[in-house]
């Protein structure tokens, strides 16, 4: 475990027995301004968790002017997701969404996200996060001050390498990038590559300079982060999901006055499914301006070479479904078969 994943568990303890301060702590009079700080790490106008945190802090402000000021920071430039999560658990930050995956070290629950081939497609995965054990995930994690308000789609995720990957041979031997996450470490693992856990702000030039061969992700941060103009090949697989839960400091938020506190949840409800479905939109977007490009090529795997990546990592599921429990893999899986 890093350094930092450490200190996050430590921290969000420490808020469960004795409580974390907040910015908003000495500002308890109705007249004063209640400022909810949200930095993430992705593109502000082209990535789906962009666009819809801009929308919550235009719908707040309007809805709440001169009372709730929310204060948006895109692309890393205040902190990247490891130290908002520490930042979070101390109150220095009041809102986050943060990939699924950063999540493993607090609870085990989220990692039936990161299973490899679990969901064919985003609606496998609404179906389950409206079910009534994906809606229990929102509130796993509020005895340790991560209070959850919603779960944001980016999208499915696909395969990108130097060279084209066809079946799980293909990748052996590559460096490949990943989250912090044992369960997509396994699944690397299970493929013959090296899986390497690095911030995704350090994707690029990692790419760029060669210290990376390979990496997952969705089409609309391939295409925002420019990946494609590094990446030569990318392999059309579904094969794994990016979401983000949003959570908000749990000290601030209960006490946030009844009325702003139930308004921002009106909000977030809003935009959460004005936000997921655009990101559907936004995906399909980012891979058609990749093609338009030129500058990488997108292989479309058979339903016989998918069948042997399902396969390949088969021992991940085998591994994890202990820790993650039978009664919620089963869940998902019936909300994943369901039509």
């Known amino acids: 475990m890093s350094s930092t994943r450490n200190t996050v568990v430590v921290l969000a303890l420490a808020c469960l027995f004795s409580g974390c301060s907040t910015s908003n702590d000495a500002e308890s009079g109705m007249d004063d301004v209640i400022v909810i700080k949200f930095p993430h790490v992705v593109a502000p106008g082209t990535t789906p968790k962009g666009q819809t ?13 001169g009372r709730v000021d929310v204060e948006v920071y895109p692309s890393a430039q205040l902190m990247n997701d490891d ?3 520490e930042a979070l658990a101390f109150g220095e930050i009041q809102m986050i969404a943060v990939s699924l995956s950063k999540f493993d070290r607090l609870t085990q629950s989220f990692q039936i996200f990161d299973l490899p081939f679990l969901f064919s497609d985003i609606a496998a995965v609404e179906r389950f996060q409206g079910s009534p054990e994906g809606r229990s995930l929102l509130t796993t994690l509020d005895s340790s001050g991560f209070h959850g308000l919603a ?4 999208g499915m995720k696909h395969f990108g390498a130097d060279r084209p990957l066809h079946r799980p041979e293909d990748a052996q031997g590559l460096r490949f990038r990943i989250m912090e996450s044992d369960v997509l470490q ?6 013959g590559s090296s899986p ?3 911030g995704f702000e350090e994707v690029y030039q990692a790419l760029q300079t060669g210290a990376i061969d390979a990496q997952e992700n969705t089409w609309s941060n391939i295409y925002s982060s420019k990946f494609h103009e590094v990446q030569p090949y990318f392999m059309v697989s579904n094969h794994g999901y990016v979401g983000y839960f949003v959570a908000v400091n749990a000290p601030f938020w209960s006490s946030l006055p009844e009325d702003v506190r139930l308004g921002l949840e009106e909000i977030m409800a809003e935009v959460t499914e004005w936000g997921n479905a ?9 891979r058609a301006k ?9 292989i479309e795997l058979t339903d016989e070479e998918l069948v042997v990546w399902q396969n390949s990592v088969q021992t991940v599921w085998d591994q994890f479904s202990d820790e993650i429990g039978s009664e919620i ?3 998902a899986q019936r909300e994943a078969a369901r039509r």
């Open 329 to 331: 893999i089963e869940a």
């Open 83 to 85: 130290d908002s999560l």
């Open 290 to 298: 990749m093609l338009e490009s030129g500058r990488t090529e997108i």
């Open 278 to 286: 655009r990101s559907i939109a936004i995906n399909e977007e980012g």
């Open 53 to 65: 945190a801009a929308r919550f802090e235009e719908l707040v402000e309007a809805r709440f002017p």
């Open 196 to 198: 390497q856990k690095m």
């Open 186 to 191: 396994a699944q690397i693992e299970a493929i």
């Open 151 to 154: 779960f944001w789609h980016n």
